[in-house]
């Protein structure tokens, strides 16, 4: 009997040696997927990824999920790497937008690029887990377009003129700070995308209110 419970005991602990190391093969502070990582290292930090659109059957699967949070860690070399790539895409001579979110290019963490038509030189900022905290009831009117959405623009009228926002930045640091106009739409429609909303939702919104 003392054999069979030996044998038994060495056995559970392979087997939970096993399973740890499994765990620690597969585990990823960051949370990218096999699939992302493919994505995000498999060309040069200075080249752009490939725009998600919602008339592709699988992209569109992909801009309707919701994304998770990201540590903030400027040695990471995969997250730098991911990061300088986003920036890339959307300053693309086929893209050139004002802002991206990274499941616009197949990745579902939380982080976005924006320009900032507040603050001098329009500079183009990174946001890791940002959200929105507060809205002013004030809208404002404003012509949309995206990336992931060919060949169309369009007038939402239901963007708050003003948000509260939080964030990380890349260093660790978290901020917030109150932003307005043209610049707080960019925020609400990337900040959107993580939630795998797109501004074609808010059209149908407004639609249905003015219906009823």
Known sequence: ?????????????????????????????????????????????????????????????????????????PDNLELKHFVNRLYRTVRDSISMGVGIAAPQVGVLKNIIWVQRFDKEGFPFEVYLNPKIGKYTDKKQDCVEGCLSIPNRSDTTKTRAYAILMEYDKMDGTHHSEMIEAFTAVIFQHEIDHLNGILYLDHLEKEMRDAKE
Do not use: H, Q, W
């Open 1 to 73: 009997m003392m054999r069979y419970i030996i044998i038994f005991s060495l056995l559970t602990l392979l087997l939970v040696s096993c399973s740890g190391s499994s765990k620690v093969v597969k585990s990823d502070s960051l949370g990218f997927t096999s699939v992302e990582r493919s994505l995000i290292m498999d060309l040069d930090s200075a080249l752009p990824m490939r725009v998600l659109k919602i008339n592709n059957k699988k992209d569109s699967i992909v801009l309707r999920m919701k994304c998770k949070n990201v540590i903030a860690n």
